[in-house]
C-alpha cells in the first residue's frame, strides 16, 4: 500500500512539473511576441523603447492572458498612453 501511494505521489509531482513548464513555456511565447510587436511599433514610430517599459507592458499582458483576457483586452489594460516617449534619435534600438 505505501509503494502504490509513493507511485501516485511521484506521478502527481511530475505531472505538476510538466504542467508548469507548459505555463513557463506558454508564458515565455506571450512575452516574446509582445515584445516583438512593440519593438517593431516604437522602431516605425523612430522612438526609443525603455526596457522597464517593454518588461512592465509584457509582463502584464502574460497576466492578463493568464486570466483568460483576449489580446485587445490585455492591450488595453497594459498599454500607459499616457506615458511620455521619448525621440529615438542617435540611440540603438532593443
Known amino acids: 500500500m505505501a509503494r502504490k501511494l509513493g507511485i501516485i505521489v511521484f506521478g502527481l509531482v511530475a ?9 513557463g513555456l506558454k508564458d515565455n511565447i506571450i512575452f516574446s511576441s509582445c515584445a516583438a510587436a512593440m519593438r517593431k511599433e516604437y522602431q516605425q514610430a523612430d522612438k526609443q523603447l525603455l526596457l522597464s517599459q517593454l518588461n512592465d ?7 492578463q492572458i493568464n486570466e483568460r483576457k483576449n489580446i485587445e483586452q490585455a492591450k488595453t489594460t497594459c498599454i500607459k498612453t499616457g506615458q511620455p516617449i521619448s525621440s529615438n534619435r542617435d540611440r540603438h534600438n532593443l
Open 57 to 63: 507592458t509584457c509582463n502584464c499582458v502574460v497576466k
Open 15 to 23: 505531472l505538476t512539473a510538466a504542467n508548469s513548464a507548459q505555463a
